[in-house]
């Protein structure tokens, strides 16, 4: 079970009307009847009665869709913007941070120690026609619309995307706006484009998305260690770093 198959129940248990939630999620709705039928085989109860006249929840149902707003509430309150933690390195309300490294004010009076680095690459599902291409030039992906995450929550993520269209003399033609990464996920599953992404998404998404090299910029994500340059670190603060020391170094 992954968090997307609620997010799918949820909407279907909302609407009640799994044509309208396929069209509020941007999905085809055998696709959404598809995902909903794998979660009620895998949690081994029904949670809709399906009828000519549509659908209703059962008692196994309804009690499943106050769990999942709940477990999805905690899962979009858990989940922080590179912008918010480092916000929160900065107020000691966190004491380190595993991210992406990032550059501009923000990053003063924060320290980063790269563990590891990520070239950027284009993410797509096997209906997409650049999956029978081997890598995707900068070029032709500067043609395309591209699924990517929301300014205001992502602003490093943007000075990236920018700094790597630099080289077309154009900026990148952003058509979907997520607000978190499973949702990007979630929309070029549902093929509704394709997104520049660090190869470290492989390791979030699994085989959910397909993923081809992308050639033209020597652009990279770096990931590591982030602490307040004067903040302190307790002892097992200190010993958790150096298992992901340890653990970057073993990682191919």
């Not at 009307?17 to 979660?39: C, E, G, I, T």
């Not at 009828?51 to 059962?58: D, E």
């Not at 032709?140 to 000075?159: F, N, Q, T």
């Not at 070029?188 to 090299?213: C, D, F, N, Q």
């Amino acid at each position: 079970m992954e968090l997307r198959h609620l997010r799918y129940f949820l909407a279907v248990g909302e609407a009640l009307n799994f044509r309208k939630a396929a069209a509020q999620l941007r999905l085809a709705q055998p696709s959404l009847s598809r995902q909903v039928q794998d979660l009620e085989e895998e949690i081994g109860v029904d949670l809709f009665r399906r009828s000519p006249r549509g659908v209703t929840l059962t008692a196994e149902g309804k009690l499943f869709l106050k769990e999942a707003r709940e477990i999805l509430k905690h899962a979009d309150e858990s989940v922080l913007s590179r912008d918010k933690i480092i916000a929160g390195l900065h107020d000691a309300t966190l004491e380190l941070a595993v991210m992406a490294q990032a550059t501009g004010e923000g990053m003063l009076g924060i320290e980063f120690e790269i563990l590891r680095t990520y070239p950027w690459c284009v993410a797509l599902t096997n209906a997409h026609p650049f999956s029978r291409l081997k890598s995707v030039s900068l070029a032709k992906l500067a043609a395309e619309p591209l699924i990517g995450l929301r300014r205001k929550d992502y602003s490093e993520y943007y000075r990236i995307l920018e700094q790597i269209f630099a080289a077309t003399s154009g900026k990148p033609r952003i058509a979907v706006k997520c607000d978190s990464i499973s949702s990007l996920v979630v929309e070029v599953e549902a093929e509704h484009g394709i997104a520049l992404v660090p190869t470290i998404l492989k390791l979030m998404s699994g085989k959910r998305l397909i993923y081809r090299p992308l050639t033209g910029t020597t652009e990279t994500e770096s990931v590591g260690i982030a602490r307040a340059t004067k903040g302190d670190v307790t002892p097992a603060g200190e010993k958790f770093c150096e298992i992901l020391r340890q653990i970057s170094k073993r990682i191919t």
